[in-house]
């Protein structure tokens, strides 16, 4: 850290009433050294991330930080004040003030110094040396570890005490040395070694906006506080020093879990089924022990947390045993789900466009030259207008957020602009897929190059998408663009070309992808297919007539769930029957996944079932030439439906087949001797149980 701080970065009698001048004053000493260009923007990014979240601690300590394009490289600005100066904290004013200044590329080796200090500023032998030492170069050297906090200590004129000792008991939970600064596990190898017993274990989670100070405070508080309860604390810290997944066996082997964070936590799935507090990072910094008794009291009543809805595939990918073929469905999962908003909010924009101004509505001029209030044909051209910009997104962001599950962050910028070239190209769906896991390859590739450490800084914000970027590009214009255009135009021309026996095996095949897994990667796939189609200002008709099968078939699992347990409600569990009542709403608005409860609980039954009305729904639409422009909506947009009528007859054809088939299959379940007496479904739960069956079987 020698170059971090200097004697001239440090003021031991600041004289600042605010904290707006306090970081003022430290900030022109690194303009005058050069370590800042432009002390107005600077002061304003300081004044930026101020207003997210003050950065008072208690304890006595301001820890002004932020990063900013006017940094030309990590500094630590130093001031002591004897008045004190309001940050925000609980406790009362600052006296010891770090203005921590961070290019906006700063490199991990940087990072990991600056979350070294602020890991130390919980150490209460650490501040108490701060508010001793007399001399500006010794208080350098104290910050950058060239000196001991003992050895400065010593120094320290006979008498010396702290400007404010009783903020030193509250600065940390308990007493550790600074050679705890850097690590991550507590040792309480003398709590557990008399009598045996295992500790109490946490997993704890910290993250920060910035990543650079408040993150790595919390985890110093939290495991001191372990240390001092006898409880073992093992950290992630999610910050910009780096983020390494804590071992798989370490969060299996924890009785509680602590999150203590502003920005959300990555793979925040892999905490689920424990324990769990759940609190923003200060609260780690400032009450751990609170903390550690809540989720050990959580852990003794037996509140657990309760599987997190899954996230992104982008935020589940990542584990080194999985195999290539589940990662590329992860990557292709990825792009589609932050694709999908785009579609629903531009169809049925597009769609309503249409509905209010009419099919003739793609051809008026722009609303910037043309608009009246009280035209309903201006308020149509408005929304289709809208429309059609967001359905330019679809195959960007689909390339983008497929190089993203790959690369996270760098690959996005490789992968909009390979998305965006094959839109120029008119490479469209295809292209974007290519373009995406083009662009996740190579920034994969990039990375796995080894930079000298003079360039690590650029390399995020320079280097990887100047370089992705041109690779990218090159690949897409003069290499696989003009044969993934050519493939796009077949496919599209033999669509267009479907008449007959041809769209209604085609509908066929769509209605059983659609029901196949419920929402799940197969279902994508079929809807994907067909969003692609309508996703231009004017879709041929066998796109929207192919977007109105997969929707007709997405709506039947659910609506026949429903139908069923109402039919035959002594088919089903009582749990069933009231899932039931919500698939009407689920299946009625074109929400698979409404069917999934009945699925899980009998899927050889529900599923295949499923499948065969699904089918039955899509080529019955493909037949009756029913015809959709909006990509969602379910029965809310059957006015936007060519031929509506035939179009509902396909879907309740295929809920009835469906339902029949559910209910034949569940009824064909061993039965209870006869004579009996018992119903239906209160014999067969008889048989099962008498045969060790699981009743849902």
């Not at 940050?87 to 700063?106: M, Q, S």
């Not at 409860?597 to 079932?609: E, G, N, Q, T, W």
Request: hydrophobic share 50%.
């Amino acid at each position: 850290m020698s170059e971090m701080i200097t004697a001239d970065l440090v003021d031991l009698d600041l004289s600042a009433e605010t904290k707006e001048a306090a970081a003022r004053a430290l900030a022109e000493r690194m303009v005058t050294l050069g370590r800042v260009t432009d002390l107005e923007g600077f002061l304003a990014d300081v004044a930026a991330r101020e207003a997210q979240m003050p950065t008072g601690l208690d304890g006595g300590i301001g820890i002004p930080h932020c990063r900013s394009e006017h940094v030309t490289e990590p500094t630590l600005g130093f001031g002591r004040s004897a008045a004190g100066i309001d940050f925000g904290a609980p406790d009362g004013p600052a006296d010891l003030i770090f203005l921590i200044a961070a290019p906006t590329g700063a490199d991990d080796a940087h990072l990991t110094i600056l979350s070294s200090l602020a890991r130390q500023l919980m150490n209460a032998e650490f501040t108490s040396a701060l508010r001793a030492v007399d001399d500006a170069a010794a208080a350098a050297a104290l910050i950058r570890g060239d000196e001991s906090p003992a050895a400065a200590a010593s120094t320290a004129p006979e008498g010396t005490e702290s400007t404010d000792g009783s903020k030193d008991s509250v600065a940390v939970s308990a007493a550790a040395s600074a050679d705890t600064a850097t690590g991550t596990t507590t040792d309480t190898t003398a709590d557990t070694g008399a009598s045996g017993e295992r500790p109490f274990r946490i997993v704890a989670v910290t993250s920060c906006p910035t990543g650079i100070a408040h993150t790595y405070m919390a985890a110093e508080s939290l495991e001191n506080a372990g240390r001092e309860a006898g409880v073992e604390v093992v950290v992630e810290t999610q910050g910009s020093a780096g983020f390494t997944r804590l071992d798989p066996a370490v969060i299996a082997a924890a009785d509680g879990v602590i999150f203590a964070h502003d920005v959300p936590v990555r793979d925040k799935d892999r905490f689920a089924g424990k324990p769990t507090v759940d609190v923003g990072v200060k609260a780690g910094i400032n009450k751990p022990a609170e903390l550690i008794t809540e989720v050990r009291g959580k852990a003794e009543r037996g509140e657990v947390s309760a599987g997190s809805a899954p996230g992104t595939p982008v935020e589940r990918s990542g584990e080194s045993t999985e195999g290539y073929g589940t990662k590329l469905r992860k990557w292709l999962m990825s792009g589609v789900s932050y694709m999908v908003p785009f579609v629903a909010a531009g169809g049925l924009l597009i769609a309503l466009g249409f509905a209010i101004g009419g099919y003739k509505i793609n051809k008026a001029p722009s609303v910037m030259d043309h608009f009246m209030w009280l035209q309903a044909d201006s308020w149509g051209a408005l929304f289709f207008q809208i429309g059609v910009v967001s359905f330019g997104f679809l195959v960007p962001v689909l390339a983008g957020y497929i190089a993203y599950g790959m690369a996270d962050r760098p690959g996005l910028v490789p992968g909009f602009v390979g998305g965006a070239i094959s839109l120029t190209i008119n490479a469209g769906f295809l292209g974007g897929l290519a373009a995406g896991l083009i662009a996740g390859g190579v920034v994969i590739g990039i990375q796995k190059v080894k930079i000298p450490a003079s360039l690590r800084g650029i390399m995020p914000v320079v280097v990887i998408p100047l370089i992705s970027a041109a690779i990218v590009g090159f690949l897409m214009f003069v290499v696989i663009g003009k044969p993934i255009a050519s493939a796009q135009k077949g496919m599209t021309d033999w669509l267009n070309g479907l008449t007959g026996t041809n769209a209604v095996l085609l509908g066929a095949l769509l209605g059983l992808m659609m029901c196949f897994d419920l929402g799940g990667p197969v279902n994508k796939v079929a809807y994907t297919f067909a969003t692609a189609g309508i996703a231009v200002a004017s879709p041929s008709d066998s796109a929207m007539k192919i977007m109105a099968a997969v929707m007709a078939a997405g709506m039947v699992p659910p609506l026949a769930m429903a139908l069923a347990t109402t039919v035959r409600g002594r088919l089903f569990t009582q749990t069933e029957r009231e899932n039931g009542k919500a698939a009407w709403v689920l299946g009625a608005s074109f929400i698979s996944e409404g069917a999934i409860p009945f699925a899980a609980a009998d899927p050889l039954r529900v599923i295949p079932s499923a499948m065969v009305g699904g089918a039955v729904t899509g080529s019955l639409s493909m037949a009756f030439g029913a015809t959709l422009r909006a990509p969602h909506g379910g029965i809310f947009v059957v006015p936007l439906i060519g031929n509506p009528f035939l179009y509902l007859i396909a879907i309740a054809a295929g809920v009835c087949v469906t339902t029949a088939l559910v209910v034949v299959l569940k009824g064909m379940r061993k039965q209870a001797p006869e004579g009996t007496g018992a119903g239906v479904a209160d014999t067969a739960i008889a048989a099962k149980v008498d045969s060790k069956e699981p009743v849902a079987a």
